[in-house]
């Protein structure tokens, strides 16, 4: 990961501005998140997180304002950017009439995994879903499908994870597993942003925590984690866990 190597933060956003017709849903926001960390996002419904999300992973365009991936310009290089991004957003874009198994050989394909059934052999057991792999997903739970939305996000293993209350809807067990998946996610050097409305996953999670409210950001530290030590970018491509 040579292009995340060269740069100093994982996320970094300048300016970031987003409207809706007459309404303004980001207003010029500034966000730095460094290489190996996790960073969680709060606010109220409707303050503009998911808004956020989209727009650091490249599925909507800002009005105005930079955004760069691992030191790479969204706006110059956006499919380029994009393949560094794993994103879980509310629809969990996987294929109903598919399997597990099918899903993640499809996105596997799209993003050029090496060795790719190994890789997802590995996927589906971080994420307890190796007895569902051959289960077509319009069959699955909302919890399993949400599970496999994760596993979709990481098979690629991209510099940088963002999700969107990926927690939603997992039982206790799972959220566990997706803390740990977390822990091992900043521990490779590589960086996560999720939002979430419960605090105490978001303390117990965070590197740095941050607050969105009505377009504009303000950032917090929890006390529990020392965020003085950044690490250095990814070198290599470890598998998360």
Same mark, same amino acid.
């Given at each position: ?20 017709? $007459? ?17 969680? &996002? ?13 727009? #650091? !992973? ?34 969990? &874009? ?15 394909? #799209?993003?050029?995994? %090496? ?5 997802? %052999?590995?996927?589906?057991? @971080? ?33 940088? /994870? ?10 206790? $067990? ?6 740990? /998946?977390? @822990? %091992?996610?900043? $521990?490779?050097?590589?960086?996560? &942003? ?9 303390? !117990? ?5 941050? @607050? ?30």
């Amino acid at each position: 990961m040579s292009q995340a190597s060269a740069s100093p933060s994982a996320i970094a956003a300048v300016g970031l501005r987003k409207d809706y017709g $007459d309404r303004s849903v980001l207003r010029g926001v500034d966000l730095s998140v460094s290489w190996g960390q996790t960073a969680v &996002l709060f606010g109220p419904n409707g303050a503009g997180k998911t808004t956020l999300l989209r727009t #650091l !992973a490249g599925l909507s365009r800002p009005d105005a304002g930079e955004i760069q991936i691992a030191g790479i310009r969204m706006r110059r290089s956006g499919g380029r950017a994009r393949t560094l991004v794993g994103f879980v957003g509310h629809q969990t &874009l996987l294929y109903n009439d598919l399997t597990c198994r099918e899903n993640l050989a499809f996105y596997a394909k #799209l993003y050029g995994v %090496d060795r790719p059934q190994t890789r997802i %052999d590995s996927v589906l057991s @971080r994420l307890n879903l190796t007895d569902r792999a051959d289960r077509r997903v319009r069959t699955l739970s909302h919890g399993m499908q949400k599970r496999l939305s994760v596993a979709r996000a990481v098979l690629h293993e991209p510099a940088v /994870l963002l999700l969107d209350e990926a927690e939603s809807g997992l039982d206790a $067990d799972s959220v566990a597993s997706l803390g740990e /998946l977390l @822990r %091992d996610w900043s $521990d490779s050097g590589r960086t996560a &942003l999720l939002t979430t409305h419960s605090a105490e996953i978001g303390q !117990a999670w965070a590197d740095l925590v941050f @607050r969105l409210e009505r377009g504009r950001l303000a950032e917090e530290t929890p006390a529990h984690r020392d965020t003085a030590v950044t690490r250095a970018a990814p070198t290599s491509d470890p598998e998360p866990g």
